[in-house]
């Protein structure tokens, strides 16, 4: 089983609407120590980066998905999340989850999001 693992995506129509989810396994042992982030990998492009929310701070998003998306955590459930509104051709990709703490960085396996009519 992975450190973290990913749900959520699928299939939505363009204006459409998914929450992403991001559930970390106990490997990672404080999960409130690490800020926890979203990329996403289009076929034939590199990983960006979507969003990132950190243990301490702001939250801070890419451009392309400011106002659009929003990220959020629950510590005491070790779970973190995407809400994805207003979604366009140009989100499709899979979405990853990333934790990360200065010293050690996990990766989830992806979900995919496809937007489509």
């Known amino acids: 089983q992975g450190q973290l693992v990913e749900s959520g995506g699928g299939l939505v129509q363009p204006g459409g609407s998914l929450r992403l989810s991001c559930a970390a396994s106990?490997?990672?042992?404080?999960?409130?120590?690490?800020?926890i982030a979203w990329y996403r990998q289009a076929p034939g492009k590199q990983r960006e980066f979507v969003a990132r929310?950190?243990?301490?701070?702001?939250?801070n998003y890419a451009t392309s998905v400011k106002g659009r998306f929003t990220i959020s955590r629950n510590n005491a459930r070790r779970t973190a999340w995407l809400q994805m509104n207003s979604l366009n051709d140009e989100d499709t990709a899979v979405y990853y989850c990333?934790?990360?703490?200065?010293?050690?960085?996990?990766w989830g396996q992806g979900t995919q999001v496809t937007v489509s009519s």
């Open positions: 990333n934790a990360a703490d200065g010293a050690r960085a996990y």
């Open positions: 929310i950190p243990n301490i701070g702001r939250t």
């Open positions: 106990e490997v990672i042992r404080r999960f409130v120590d690490y800020d």
